[in-house]
């Protein structure tokens, strides 16, 4: 099994504005074959389909709302997940390909926040509007044991 790039952007604009945006600033296009309202498809590259880069927009299903203290995680407060993959797999380009895009949203807007990570799991950058980007070090995870080392760089909770 390949690993997981995902993106995530705190944003409650509806689906399909926040997608419009990713696309802009990333030279995206939108696959109308297979998005649906609950999740968009944007081609990021298409040079050919070995080395076709996607991304998936859709609501954070991993968010906990009002978690307890020691269950929170860096990204309950980003309503928008972006799940970045390649047709065919290459882990390292497909991390390359997802910083690639966290960095060209976090330039293209800089009002949204939004976060890096790897496997649902590791925290690998951070973008906070009033902060600009922080990348963590290796290890660093979402969970509340970790909220040390990013706390400051994340959309706090509720």
């Not at 609501?59 to 009002?66: G, L, Q, S």
């Not at 390909?97 to 939004?114: D, G, I």
Request: negative net charge; glycine residues 4%; proline residues 6%.
């Amino acid at each position: 099994m390949s690993q997981q790039d995902l993106v995530f952007v705190a944003d409650d604009r509806p689906l399909a504005a926040v997608a419009r945006e990713i696309a802009r600033a990333a030279g995206a296009s939108v696959d109308p074959e297979h998005s649906s309202p609950e999740r968009i498809s944007l081609v990021l590259s298409a040079a050919g389909a070995e080395v076709e880069v996607r991304c998936h927009v859709e609501h954070n299903v991993f968010a906990e709302t009002d978690p307890p203290p020691e269950e929170v995680n860096a990204y309950d407060e980003y309503r928008v997940l972006l799940d970045v993959w390649l047709r065919h797999r290459d882990d390292q380009r497909q991390q390359a390909e997802a910083k690639v895009l966290f960095e060209r949203l976090a330039q293209a807007s800089p009002q949204t926040a939004t976060l890096l990570v790897q496997e649902l799991g590791l925290l690998l950058a951070a973008h906070l509007p009033t902060q600009g980007v922080r990348e963590f070090p290796a290890g660093t995870t979402v969970d509340a044991e970790d909220r040390d080392a990013w706390g400051d760089w994340v959309v706090p909770g509720k």
